[in-house]
């Protein structure tokens, strides 16, 4: 169980287009998704929070309107990096919460491999 | 002061050894407690919840220390297979988690 799936994989792409990705639950209702970017050897950066129907919460420093999240569904979160730029080329996670028990905890996608030429 | 500190490591052991990770973390209300692991270039992987009774997983023991506020992992007979960054991670309120930045094990033949 427990099973976060993210499309694409991998994407290169050229710089000014928008990339979207997409980030599921498989097997669970997921009311808390994430979104996270790291960057080679460096720590998982928590970009944004969403629950299911409302507006996803930024961390600081993350510009909402270069990095759309859209949480339409219990099982489908959307990332979409607008204008994308070398800078943005990145490793981007998400995860997925049920978030109900104590013990509940975070499910992560396989990721998205963003390369911005 | 960060909500969750980790030595970074790497730890470098050899095959066979036991190795122990620590974490601490800052907030008393904290209220689940867990490590990963994640590989490098991939996803973090849940490995395990840590329960104030101490939990065991084969080779792994996860331990929980509330006076203190810290989180311990214990890897007995380390495998080549065991080396990757392990993710000390705690949930606070309104699910909020916290990462710390991982402890990098290199597990040597």
């Known amino acids: 169980g427990a099973v976060v799936s993210q499309h694409p994989s991998r994407v290169i792409c050229k710089s000014g287009t928008s990339v979207k990705i997409e980030c599921r639950s498989l097997?669970?209702?997921?009311?808390?998704m994430f979104w996270y970017r790291q960057f080679p050897k460096q720590s998982l950066m928590l970009m944004a929070t969403s629950n299911e129907g409302s507006k996803a919460t930024y961390e600081q420093g993350v510009e909402k309107d270069k990095f759309l999240i859209n949480h339409a569904s219990l099982t489908l979160s959307t990332l979409t990096v607008t204008s994308a730029h070398p800078e943005d080329s990145s490793f981007y996670i998400c995860?997925?919460?049920?978030?109900?028990?104590?013990?509940?905890?975070?499910?992560f996608g396989p990721g998205t491999r963003l390369t911005v030429l | 002061r960060k909500e969750v500190e980790q030595d970074p490591g790497p730890f470098n052991v050899p095959e066979g050894a036991t190795v122990a990770f620590n974490c601490t973390y800052s907030n008393s209300a904290s209220q689940s407690f867990f490590w990963y692991r994640q590989d490098c270039r991939k996803e973090p992987k849940l490995l395990m919840s840590?329960?104030?009774s101490g939990n065991e997983d084969g080779r792994f023991t996860a331990q929980l220390n509330r006076a203190s506020q810290y989180i311990s992992l214990l890897i007995r007979d380390s495998k080549l297979s065991d080396s990757a960054t392990y993710l000390c991670v705690v949930r606070g309120n309104f699910n909020k988690f916290y990462f710390g930045s991982g402890t990098k094990l290199n597990v040597k033949p």
């Open positions: 097997d669970f209702q997921a009311t808390t």
């Open positions: 840590v329960y104030s």
């Open positions: 995860s997925a919460s049920g978030g109900q028990a104590y013990t509940d905890t975070q499910y």
